[in-house]
Nanobody, 115 residues
Framework: QVQVVESGGGLVQPGGSLRLSCVVS????????MGWYRQAPGNQRELVAR???????NYIDSVKGRFTISRDNAKNTVFLEMNSLKPEDTAVYSC?????????WGQGTQVTVSS
């Protein structure tokens, strides 16, 4: 059974940085496409960044140049490095793992950008 657990959220000032981590238990991590999503109050959930099993990445325009997604297959972990954070980045960030036709979600971690 696949389980997804995020960590690393918190309160940070505008311009600051955070690194989110997502650990996936179970088999198949190496062939999973991994994504970070976020949802702010009153907004729909949106895909922030995605990394394929081959390491290809894509980002929404609003985070390009500021966020970096990466993965460590030896540790079944995907990271989201977030720099130059803005108040509009405030949201619950959730990790998604796609394997074949199945989706697995973590519980989410709160990121708040505020002075």
């Amino acid at each position: 059974q696949v389980q997804v657990v995020e960590s690393g959220g918190g309160l940070v000032q505008p311009g600051g940085s955070l690194r989110l981590s997502c650990v996936v238990s179970g088999s198949g991590f190496r062939i999973m496409t991994m994504g970070w999503y976020r949802q702010a109050p009153g907004n729909q959930r949106e895909l922030v960044a995605r990394i394929t099993s081959g390491g290809s990445t894509n980002y929404i325009d609003s985070v390009k140049g500021r966020f970096t997604i990466s993965r460590d297959n030896a540790k079944n972990t995907v990271f989201l490095e977030m720099n130059s954070l803005k108040p509009e980045d405030t949201a619950v960030y959730s990790c998604n793992a796609k394997l074949n036709r199945s989706d697995y979600w973590g519980q989410g971690t709160q990121v708040t950008v505020s002075s």
